[in-house]
């Protein structure tokens, strides 16, 4: 069974840091990884997916990697700001049966002005 | 949230009333999901949706069934509400299922039930 863990579970850091978040997986036999930004009270945001060919992604400040054989991806934000301050989860599809991302807990970002 | 819509947005029941969950989307997107989110368990499937009428179980679907008559509507039913059903509901829809490589989830704003 697919387990997804992220940890710190929450990270307060600077404005203008860069930071890493860390996603682990106990299967490497994924089809995909995705990132998500979740604001208080709302849905969920996709950020990045990366494709189990693929080693990284990027998008603005944001940069995903991926390491399969090793089950473990990054998501990398550079200068961070405020209002990034969110909870970031990491979920990966696995090459099971059942259709189905399986979701990390997520980890709870607060960025001080 | 743009192309998918979730009603009602909060509720409140008592245990061993019905309840129904609306996901609707404009998308035109072949997959369909319900979630839920709970402290210390983050999101679980419940159900989802490979087409009209075509659905599949979650890992935590006892309690709960589904229905799918039109491409733009998954409704969520809770036939018998208990206080373990007290939770917020995510709908998400996908253009491809999440065998593919390239399957990007959307997400609906929610849904919080509370039941007493």
């Known amino acids: 069974k697919q387990e997804v863990t992220q940890i710190p579970a929450a990270l307060s850091v600077p404005e203008g840091e860069n930071l890493v978040l860390n996603c682990s997986f106990t299967?490497?036999?994924?089809?995909?990884l995705q990132w998500f930004r979740q604001d208080p009270g709302k849905g969920l945001t996709s950020l990045l997916l990366?494709?189990?060919?693929?080693r990284e992604q990027t998008s603005g400040r944001l940069n995903a990697s991926l390491d399969k054989s090793s089950g473990r991806s990054t998501l990398y934000i550079a200068a961070s700001q405020p209002g990034d301050s969110a909870t970031y989860l990491c979920?990966?599809?696995?090459?099971?049966?059942?259709?189905?991302?399986?979701f990390g807990k997520g980890i709870t970002l607060s960025v001080r002005p | 949230d743009a192309g998918i819509t979730q009603s009602p947005r909060h509720k409140v029941t008592e245990t061993g009333t019905p309840v129904t969950l609306r996901c609707h989307q404009t998308?035109?997107?072949?997959?369909m999901y319900w979630y839920r989110q709970d402290p210390g368990h983050g999101l679980r499937l419940i159900h989802y949706?490979?087409?009209?009428?075509?659905?599949d179980k979650g890992e935590v679907s006892d309690g709960y069934s589904v229905s799918r008559s039109k491409t733009e509507d998954f409704l969520l039913t809770l036939e018998s509400a208990t206080s373990s059903q007290t939770s917020v509901y995510f709908c998400?829809?996908?253009?491809?299922?999440?065998?593919?490589?390239?399957?990007?989830?959307?997400f609906g704003a929610g849904s919080r039930l509370t039941v007493l």
């Open positions: 299967d490497s036999a994924i089809y995909n």
């Open positions: 979920a990966v599809s696995s090459a099971g049966a059942n259709s189905k991302l399986t």
């Open positions: 990366i494709q189990s060919s693929q």
């Open positions: 949706s490979y087409g009209v009428k075509d659905t």
């Open positions: 998400a829809i996908s253009e491809s299922g999440t065998r593919s490589g390239a399957n990007v989830l959307t």
């Open positions: 998308e035109n997107h072949r997959y």
